[in-house]
């Protein structure tokens, strides 16, 4: 399994920026998918997560009412949309794929089996 994230960039805060993550070499529709964030001097913290059929999500209290998490099966994408940014959203933005069997997407790093190269995201202020 190979996750390509993309999609970040440079933006001022209160902007939009939408990141992707394809995947290819395994079944898509089978697995949970997260993204992560890592800034400078902090933990990797899951800001957002979707079950393998869309039906469940999770976000991080601090993204909420500003991010979505979405996916398309047919596709093999996850995205996530990202609107009023701000400063603090600064990060490494790491797409993840997990096989856990259970039906809601796990919220550990330690649960997902296969990671992408991470995609920076700038918000300036």
């Known amino acids: 399994v190979q996750l390509q994230a993309s999609g970040g960039g440079l933006v001022q805060a209160g902007g939009s920026l939408r990141v992707s993550c394809a995947a290819s070499g395994g079944t898509f529709s089978s697995f949970h998918m997260g993204w992560f964030r890592q800034a400078p001097g902090k933990e990797r913290e899951l800001v957002a997560a979707i079950s393998r059929s869309g039906g469940s999500t999770y976000y991080a209290e601090s993204v909420i009412g500003r991010f979505t998490i979405s996916r398309d099966n047919a596709k093999n994408t996850v995205y996530l949309q990202m609107n009023s940014l701000k400063f603090e959203d600064t990060a490494v933005y790491y797409c993840?794929?997990?096989?856990?069997?259970?039906?809601?997407?796990?919220?550990?790093?330690?649960?997902?089996?296969?990671w992408g190269q991470g995609t920076q995201v700038t918000v300036s202020s």
């Open positions: 993840a794929e997990s096989g856990s069997s259970r039906y809601s997407p796990p919220r550990l790093p330690s649960s997902y089996d296969y």
